[in-house]
T-cell receptor
């Protein structure tokens, strides 16, 4: 079964810092990997989707990379803002099934 | 374009009572998913539909949970009877297809509290 791990579990940074969230997965046979944002009491908002053939995707201040062979992905957030405070979830769509396998998330707090 | 719609947003019931959640996916999305999210955890799949067919329900506790997707559009997830351990957020998601390259879009979820 695909296992997805996110490190760190929680992160607090001052506004303006660049930061990196890490995601690792055990089975490299994947279709794609998605990064989501979840605000307290809310659903999931898709941030970036990286296909298995891609190395990275960018959207605004966000950049996600994928190293499928090593089972790793990173989400880079540039010039963090207090509005970026949320839980960030990494999810893998494996070849063995079509549901997303999620990590437990990284809880991010950006302080003014 | 409207997103995935779920109702109710919150539900509080006593144990042993029945409860139902409703989901309307994004128009044109053939694939519909129900996920369960416990506090501090990532969502886990309960059931996946392709049109009106449940193609993956291996994680659905069938003794008390049931789901349907009549006409291949909206879906209902039911619990009967509810137990204390069912308190969680129930998320519905949809996608255009399943062959790996389709993004999943999530609704706001239904937060269930069983007392």
């Amino acid at each position: 079964k695909q296992e997805v791990t996110q490190i760190p579990a929680a992160l607090s940074v001052p506004e303006g810092e660049n930061l990196v969230l890490n995601c690792s997965f055990t089975d490299s046979a994947i279709y794609n990997l998605q990064w989501f944002r979840q605000d307290p009491g809310k659903g999931l908002t898709s941030l970036l989707l990286i296909q298995s053939s891609q190395r990275e995707q960018t959207s605004g201040r966000l950049n996600a990379s994928l190293d499928k062979s090593s089972g790793r992905s990173t989400l880079y957030i540039a010039a963090s803002q207090p509005g970026d405070s949320a839980t960030y979830l990494c999810a893998v769509n494996s070849n063995s099934g079509y549901a997303l396998n999620f990590g437990k998330g990284t809880s991010l707090l950006v302080t003014p | 374009e409207a997103g995935v719609v779920q109702s109710p947003r919150y539900k509080i019931i006593e144990k042993k009572q029945p409860v139902a959640f409703w989901c309307n996916p994004i128009s044109g999305h053939n694939t519909l998913y129900w996920y369960l999210q416990n506090l501090g955890q990532g969502p886990e799949l309960l059931i996946r539909y392709e049109n009106e067919e449940a193609v993956d329900d291996s994680q659905l506790p069938k003794d008390r949970f049931s789901a349907e997707r009549l006409k291949g559009v909206d879906s209902t997830l039911k619990i009967q009877p509810a137990e204390l351990g069912d308190s969680a957020v129930y998320l519905c998601a949809s996608s255009l297809g399943v062959q790996g390259n389709y993004e999943q879009y999530f609704g706001p979820g239904t937060r269930l509290t069983v007392t």
